[in-house]
T-cell receptor
Framework: QKEVEQNSGPLSVPEGAIASLNCTYS??????FFWYRQYSGKSPELIMF????GDKEDGRFTAQLNKASQYVSLLIRDSQPSDSATYLC?????????????FGQGTELSVKP | GAVVSQHPSRVICKSGTSVKIECRSL??????MFWYRQFPKKSLMLMAT?????????EQGVEKDKFLINHASLTLSTLTVTSAHPEDSSFYIC?????????????FGPGTRLTVL
């Protein structure tokens, strides 16, 4: 089992819809969870981080964390074509290891006009 | 968010030469930085953890003599690809936690695209 798993997609949604991106992780001791967006040919950029169970909202983005189910998700409301990118889920490594993160393989999102 | 820079953004070199890539934290100090490589359509692969004042920690399967890492100061880490070959062509990206604490957020540099002819 991979430490961090994401559906590679592509996930295709129409413009204006809600895009739901999911991620599961294997280490029950993980404490920090991150979502990054990566456009083709560019480096990842941070969208959100979440540490506590529940929802965290920032503009059109909502991160959801359920530690009991070892599940973290990212919702994008009112999806725009400019949201088309690969979304990477990351979890802090076992024992933290100086801030090391474990990344999922990423989910490719395509928002159709 | 915190700013991390990389230089150069793109480099083309001949097989057998060495290439140095710099990673700088511009508005914060980083005792730890991370180096990744990414092939097209693939996810990030962590190569090593760069530690200020001590040796880098390499991931399994990464040749430490080929990918030399030096963390010269609290704002600068360098990755040198020695005797580069075409299979080393990739997108190299560094990142740094914003304040060095274990759970702090990592910020990525813009990446360096290396092409070895």
């Amino acid at each position: 089992q991979k430490e961090v798993e994401q559906n590679s997609g592509p996930l295709s949604v129409p413009e204006g819809a809600i895009a739901s991106l999911n991620c599961t992780y294997s280490d029950r001791g993980s404490q920090s969870f991150f979502w990054y967006r990566q456009y083709s040919g560019k480096s990842p950029e941070l969208i959100m981080f979440i540490y506590s169970n529940g929802d965290k909202e920032d503009g059109r983005f909502t991160a959801q964390l359920n530690k009991a189910s070892q599940y973290v998700s990212l919702l994008i409301r009112d999806s725009q074509p400019s949201d088309s990118a690969t979304y990477l889920c990351a979890v802090n490594a076992r024992g933290n290891q100086g801030g090391k993160l474990i990344f999922g393989q990423g989910t490719e999102l395509s928002v159709k006009p | 968010g915190a700013v991390v820079s990389q230089h150069p953004s793109r480099v083309i070199c001949k097989s057998g030469t060495s290439v140095k890539i710099e990673c700088r934290s511009l508005d914060f100090q980083a005792t730890t930085m991370f180096w990744y490589r990414q092939f097209p359509k693939k996810s990030l692969m962590l190569m090593a953890t760069s530690n200020e004042g001590s040796k880098a920690t390499y991931e399994q399967g990464v040749e430490k003599d080929k990918f030399l890492i030096n963390h010269a100061s609290l704002t600068l880490s360098t990755l040198t690809v020695t005797s580069a070959h075409p299979e080393d062509s990739s997108f190299y990206i560094c990142s740094a936690p914003s304040s060095g604490a274990a759970t702090d957020t990592q910020y990525f540099g813009p990446g360096t695209r290396l092409t070895v002819l």
